[in-house]
Nanobody, 127 residues
Framework: QVQLVESGGGLLQAGGSLRLSCAAS????????MGWFRQPPGKEREFVAA????????YYGDAVKGRFTISRDNAKNTVYLQMNSLKPEDTAVYYC????????????????????WGQGTQVTVSS
C-alpha cells in the first residue's frame, strides 16, 4: 500500500522560511516523479513544484518560482519543499504527489486520480 506522509507545516509570519517533508512508502521511490500541490482556503488546488526521478530536473509554478526549492533524497524515500520569503498568499494545505515514470509537465496537469496523493499539511502565513 502506497503512503505519502507530509510533515513540517505550521504557523509563521510573512518573510519566514519553512521546510516540508514527504516520506513515501510502499513504492519503488526512484521510479516516481514527485511533486507538491497546494490548496488555499476556498480556492482550487494549484501546482507548486515537481522533481524528476533522479532529482536532476525540477519545475515550478509561477507563484513560487525563485522562492521555493524542491529536492529529494532517494536513499531516504523523501521529497522536500524548502519555502523561503513566505507570503500570506502562500497559506494553504500542501499535498505531496507521486506519479510513476512521469514527465514534470504531466505532474503539473495531474488530476486527483492521476497518481498518489498525501493527506496534506497546513501552512499558515500571517501578515
Amino acid at each position: 500500500q502506497v503512503q505519502l506522509v507530509e510533515s513540517g507545516g505550521g504557523l509563521l509570519q510573512a518573510g519566514g522560511s519553512l521546510r516540508l517533508s514527504c516520506a513515501a512508502s510502499g513504492l519503488t521511490f526512484g521510479d516516481y516523479a514527485m511533486g507538491w500541490f497546494r490548496q488555499p482556503p476556498g480556492k482550487e488546488r494549484e501546482f507548486v513544484a515537481a522533481i524528476g526521478r533522479s532529482g536532476s530536473t525540477t519545475y515550478y509554478g509561477d507563484a513560487v518560482k525563485g522562492r521555493f526549492t524542491i529536492s529529494r533524497d532517494n536513499a531516504k524515500n523523501t521529497v522536500y519543499l524548502q519555502m523561503n520569503s513566505l507570503k500570506p498568499e502562500d497559506t494553504a494545505v500542501y499535498y505531496c504527489v507521486a506519479r510513476y515514470y512521469s514527465s514534470l509537465q504531466a505532474i503539473r496537469a495531474m488530476s486527483p486520480v492521476g497518481g498518489y496523493w498525501g493527506q496534506g499539511t497546513q501552512v499558515t502565513v500571517s501578515s
